[in-house]
């Protein structure tokens, strides 16, 4: 079945340094790919998102390039603050009336 | 647009009783997916309901766990005879009937099982 594999937690920074999280899926074709943030005690917000090949979904500061031939969407931002030690979870989609698939989460912790 | 809502936030059950969770989804999203997380874990899927349907039922245990989503109301997941191993973060996400759209999660239902 599909499956979304990222990094292996946690990460730790510190502040202003470059961040990479390294998302992989498995699917039988083409599915649109999601970032979604938890910040602790609260829910998952969506960070950024893709729907074909070759997009750049971006926001915050934070972007992620949907590579079909290496089926990746990795994250990245360029200068981590505090304020983004959250947990990040990588998913897909497949379809429309096709559920959600979430990878393991991956907890970053950014020091001052 | 109000967005996701779920409620209680937090419920305590002793061991035994009856757990009703609740979660009413944006205005216009048909579909429904509730998860569940457990402490410093990622999310596990439980079920995905569309409007009177059940999509996927897969993460759901077989006993004691149900869901509904009627065709009006918010989408109920209910646990009976609750035992400590329930005690988790439950959370409900909805989406529209669009390709291509992301879920919108609700802050969650935190059950501690006393």
């Known amino acids: 079945g599909d499956s979304v594999t990222q990094m292996e937690g946690p990460v730790t920074l510190s502040e202003e340094a470059f961040l990479t999280i390294n998302c992989t899926y498995t699917?039988?074709?083409?599915?649109?790919l999601f970032w979604y943030v938890q910040y602790p005690g609260e829910g998952l917000q969506l960070l950024l998102k893709?729907?074909?090949?070759?997009d750049k979904g971006s926001n915050k500061g934070f972007e992620a390039t949907y590579r079909k031939e290496t089926t990746s969407f990795h994250l990245e931002k360029g200068s981590v603050q505090v304020s983004d030690s959250a947990v990040y979870f990588c998913?897909?989609?497949?379809?429309?009336?096709?559920?959600?698939?979430f990878g393991p989460g991956t907890r970053l912790s950014v020091l001052p | 647009n109000a967005g996701v809502m779920q409620n209680p936030r937090h419920l305590v059950r002793r061991r035994g009783q009856e757990a009703r969770l609740r979660c009413s989804p944006m205005?216009?999203?048909?579909?429904v997916y509730w998860y569940r997380q457990l402490p410093e874990e990622g999310l596990k899927f439980m079920v995905y309901?569309?409007?009177?349907?059940?999509?996927?039922e897969s993460g759901m245990p077989k006993e004691r766990f149900s869901a509904e989503f009627p065709k009006e109301g918010p989408s109920i997941l209910r646990i009976q005879q609750v035992v400590r191993g329930d005690s988790a973060a439950y959370f409900c996400?909805?989406?529209?009937?669009?390709?291509?759209?992301?879920?919108?999660f609700g802050q969650g239902t935190r059950l501690t099982v006393v």
């Open positions: 996400a909805s989406s529209p009937p669009i390709s291509g759209t992301e879920a919108f």
């Open positions: 699917a039988t074709g083409y599915p649109s």
């Open positions: 893709a729907t074909k090949a070759d």
């Open positions: 998913a897909l989609r497949m379809d429309y009336g096709q559920n959600f698939v």
């Open positions: 205005k216009g999203h048909s579909h």
């Open positions: 309901l569309q409007k009177e349907n059940i999509i996927d």
